[in-house]
């Protein structure tokens, strides 16, 4: 049931409801039911998608613990025409969930990739947040254990564009204690809790507030998180100049000469320079 064309068959990316079951395309509905099968997350969670739509389309587990050796046998049976939507268990494939693989293999066989496009909870959250949207990055899941997320977080201290971050509920409130001490704790935020659900919140606070207000309304600690921080504000001409000395220094000297350097050059502390040097240099 190719859109167009190509060799052998076709590969869809299909996005699914983040919440809301009417929140599916007649696209994507139709791309469901016409391909030779799904290849979902969790088979037991589509299942109540497709029985919605009266999809009857054969289900198979993809996800991460699985990928590697899965990938492979569905690029097989792409090669050999068969048609493959994959799906997680909601929003966008990909973002966060497994994909990659099959879509880069599928790529290299000239194998078509095509997205039915939809949902998606990152940009759902940050078009209703409230925080600047012209610039923003995506972190997705932190990680889990407090020394590498805090790690991560001071990487990312002096970024200036409204971060995005997904965090489950039981790391939620470990997350926003780390935010509260390695951003300014006055630093804006928003809690966007169980998008298009009947429960839905978002919640828009200084960092330290939103921190006390989770950790006082249990009710609120549960179900998926979406958490978005505003840019740094003052990450004005002494930064941005600091991040053009740097990236010179660092393009031709080791990286401790070259934050040695930069720190001598601009007056910034050899500390947030190592930091700026560890993301500049992908660390």
């Not at 060799?7 to 791309?31: H, Q």
């Not at 997205?115 to 078009?127: D, M, N, Q, R």
């Not at 978002?202 to 006390?212: A, C, E, I, K, S």
Request: hydrophobic share 40%.
């Amino acid at each position: 049931m190719a859109e167009q064309p190509g060799k052998g068959g076709v590969l869809y990316i299909v996005a699914t409801p983040i919440g809301n079951l009417e929140d599916i395309s007649a696209r994507a509905i139709r791309i469901l039911s016409q391909v030779d099968i799904i290849a979902a997350e969790d088979t037991r969670v589509s299942r109540k998608l497709a029985d919605r739509y009266h999809i009857d389309t054969p289900l198979l587990a993809y996800h991460d613990h699985n990928e590697r050796q899965r990938a492979p046998q569905l690029v097989d049976r792409l090669v050999h025409g068969e048609d493959i939507a994959l799906i997680s268990d909601a929003g966008t494939p990909l973002i966060s969930d497994a994909g990659y693989r099959l879509v880069r293999l599928a790529q290299e066989r000239d194998i078509r990739v095509t997205a039915a496009p939809g949902p998606c909870a990152a940009i759902t959250a940050l078009s209703i947040a409230g925080l600047p949207t012209d610039r923003f990055v995506f972190e997705g899941f932190l990680p889990p254990k407090s020394a590498p997320r805090r790690h991560r977080l001071e990487a990312l201290q002096h970024e200036s564009c409204t971060l995005i971050f997904y965090e489950s509920v039981h790391r939620v409130v470990a997350t926003l204690r780390d935010m509260v001490s390695i951003f300014d704790a006055d630093r804006e935020g928003v809690i966007a809790r169980e998008i298009t659900k009947q429960f839905e919140t978002v919640r828009r606070d200084t960092l330290v507030n939103l921190l006390v207000w989770l950790e006082n309304e249990p009710r609120q600690r549960k179900g998926e998180f979406v958490l978005l921080v505003h840019g740094r504000r003052d990450a004005a001409p002494a930064t941005v100049e600091l991040e053009r000395v740097l990236s010179l220094l660092l393009a031709d000297l080791p990286m401790k000469q070259a934050v040695n350097l930069a720190a001598d050059i601009t007056g910034a502390s050899r500390n947030d320079v190592y930091r700026l040097a560890l993301r500049q240099s992908g660390g």
